[in-house]
């Protein structure tokens, strides 16, 4: 029988999703309750080819506890986990799972741009508190403000920027402007969208929405002197990872009214802590990082998962990111 390179798996997967991976593999599935504990990991990993992860670092430290290791796999297109300097030094080849997961992110930026502006998750408090009284608040203190026929920002116009500028042009009318590393021509045509410095975005936007990839240089890339650009009436958007911005600053910009809100589902910390001052604020839809979180989207990030492990274990078809794809040519 030919050989199943031994693969330890450290979340919870789909039962079919474990059935693919057991035809090609020998599995161990961690089945401790949430993410497996450092210290675990690295007492186990000496006996792994393969590894499925979908967060903690993929470091020097964790390729010195593993001599077999040939591939990680990790069941998310972010992979800012992934050390890729010590990754390349040490031949480990690290997957991720782009393309199944562009719309539902792209949903759920809408839900946050829509759910802040019209104050949706505040007034649906309220509503339950029973605090929907005729005459106990002036109904235009529940005024929003409209997401038709204004303008959106987006920082990073990767595949995830092109599916939300989509429901954004055609769906609601928006003008687009953009800002990323480099121009994109198609999707200026395509969506009638201006390439812009950063700046100029920030000074125009009525939402400005971040999806760009945490790298090392990305960190902390929205700080104090870019929300001081902001229009008082704009909202900031962020589904991409939570240490792309300078968290303290937004809260700064927040409470001084320098931006009218924010929809938030990543952040600096996560879990977030229970006394950061984003969690009292009413301009503030906070949610638990869920951007790629249904079913259906989930299901098949596990599937892909598995299918670029068992790929890059033997040599066949799998997404390895772009600073490890050295290893495969
Ligand atoms: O945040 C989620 C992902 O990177 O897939």
Redesign the pocket.
């Known amino acids: 029988m030919a050989h199943k390179p031994k693969v330890m798996i450290t979340r919870k997967l789909p039962d079919s999703v474990l059935d693919y991976l057991n035809e090609h593999c020998d599995c161990t599935v961690w089945e401790g309750q949430g993410s497996i504990p450092r210290e675990e990991l690295l007492s186990v990993i000496k006996d792994y080819e393969g590894l499925i992860v979908?967060a903690g670092p993929v470091n020097a430290e964790l390729i010195a506890h593993a001599p077999r290791l040939k591939a990680v796999s990790?069941?998310?297109?972010?992979?800012n986990h992934f050390h890729t300097q010590d990754m390349l030094a040490g031949g480990i080849i690290g997957t991720?799972?782009p393309y199944v997961?562009d719309d539902t992110?792209a949903d759920l930026v809408m839900a946050l741009m829509l759910s802040s502006s019209r104050r949706v998750a505040e007034l649906d408090r309220l509503v339950k508190q029973g605090k929907w009284q005729r005459g106990a608040i002036k109904e235009d203190q529940w005024f929003g403000l409209d997401v038709h026929h204004t303008t959106l920002g987006i920082i990073g116009m990767g595949r995830i920027g092109e599916a939300i500028a989509k429901r954004a042009v055609h769906g609601f009318d928006m003008e687009l402007l953009y800002y990323n590393r480099s121009r994109k021509p198609e999707t200026e045509e395509k969506f009638g969208a201006s390439y812009c410095a950063l700046e100029d975005l920030l000074r125009r936007s009525d939402f400005v929405v971040l999806m760009t990839p945490l790298t090392p240089e990305t960190v902390h890339y929205i700080r104090k002197e870019h929300f001081e650009l902001m229009k008082p009436s704009a909202f900031f958007i962020n589904?991409?990872?939570g240490q792309t911005v300078d968290e303290q600053a937004l809260i700064e910009a927040l409470q001084s009214g320098q931006i009218r809100g924010a929809g938030l589902?990543?952040f600096d910390t996560e879990p977030v802590s229970p006394d950061n001052p984003l969690l009292k604020m009413d301009n503030v839809v906070t949610l638990p990082?869920i951007?790629?979180a249904t079913s259906r989207t989930r299901y098949d990030?596990a599937m892909l998962a598995a299918q670029n492990l068992v790929g890059a274990l033997t040599g066949g078809k799998a997404y390895v990111v772009p600073e490890l794809q050295a290893l495969v040519k």
């Open positions: 979908s990790t069941v998310s297109v972010g992979y991720h799972t997961l992110v589904a991409s990872r589902d990543v990082h951007g790629s990030m």
